[in-house]
């Protein structure tokens, strides 16, 4: 199977995403910033049972495509779930738990990245 690409990846996580409704959906990019990832997507969800649709959706679509995350958190209380793909680090939250964590400001010197042209038309 051949290397899926960045761009390839980063497209099919915020299509996920987004089929399942998630809400403000964010890429932060922090290459310039940490060696932890390239980008962050953070997603909210309006539930628990949400945000486990969420991450569950983004780790079979690039099951698909051979892609597997490296590690994975919080499966258990689904308030916020983690997939880290190595180069991009998918955060799925509850609303409060996003609220409280506020990843955007602790990473406010990343660049957010408009997504639009990720969610467009074939």
Same mark, same amino acid.
């Given at each position: 199977m051949e290397k899926i690409t960045y761009e390839q990846?980063?497209?099919?996580?915020?299509?996920?995403?987004?089929?399942?409704?998630?809400?403000?959906?964010?890429?932060i990019e922090i290459k310039?910033?940490?060696?932890?990832?390239?980008?962050?997507?953070?997603a909210g969800a309006s539930s628990t049972t949400q945000t486990k649709a969420l991450a569950e959706e983004v780790e079979f679509r690039l099951t698909q495509l051979g892609v597997e995350p490296h590690h994975t958190e919080g499966y258990g209380p689904n308030n916020w779930i @983690? @997939?880290?793909y190595s180069d991009i680090v998918v955060h799925v939250f509850n609303k409060e738990t996003r609220d409280q964590y506020n990843l955007e400001r602790l990473w406010a010197d990343g660049k957010e990245i408009d997504i639009s042209q990720y969610l467009g038309d074939e």
């Open positions: 990846k980063l497209k099919t996580i915020l299509k996920a995403l987004d089929s399942k409704r998630g809400e403000d959906i964010k890429v310039d910033l940490t060696i932890v990832a390239d980008s962050f997507v953070i @983690l @997939l880290d």
